[in-house]
């Protein structure tokens, strides 16, 4: 059973940046597509990008975050990365971590139906 613990979040200011971390545990890392949620009160959860297995193969919800997040995965491959620059208020969110067997693939997680493990969530908040 795969488990994934997001960390990183907090409350920082317009204009700032912040690394999210999620740690992937339980199961074999490598045959993992992880990816990144954000949701905010009321609204549907939003994809904001996702990496494949071998972290070769990115993607991002619209060019507005591609523009100014990054997605990475660590050395071990079992860690992925969400760097968030020049955060904006609208960015407050909880941003979840996912994941789907890369036999599913990376491109799929844009699809929140073929996520297979969601973590717990981790509160970005963005002062003006």
């Known amino acids: 059973q795969v488990r994934l613990d997001e960390s990183g979040g907090g409350l920082v200011q317009a204009g700032d940046s912040l690394r999210l971390s999620c740690a992937a545990s339980?199961?074999?890392?490598?045959?993992?597509?992880l990816g990144w949620y954000r949701q905010v009160p009321g609204k549907e959860r939003e994809f904001v990008a996702a990496?494949?297995?071998?972290?070769?193969?990115?993607?991002f919800g619209d060019s507005a975050m591609k523009a100014r997040f990054a997605i990475s995965r660590g050395v071990a491959k079992n860690t992925v990365y969400l760097q968030l620059n020049r955060l904006k208020p609208e960015d407050t969110a909880t941003y979840y971590c996912?994941?789907?067997?890369?036999?599913?693939?990376?491109?799929?997680?844009?699809?929140?139906?073929?996520?297979?493990?969601w973590g717990q969530g981790t509160l970005v908040t963005v002062s003006s």
């Open positions: 996912a994941a789907t067997p890369t036999s599913i693939g990376a491109a799929n997680l844009r699809n929140p139906s073929r996520v297979d493990v």
């Open positions: 339980g199961g074999t890392a490598k045959d993992l597509a």
């Open positions: 990496i494949s297995g071998g972290g070769g193969s990115t993607y």
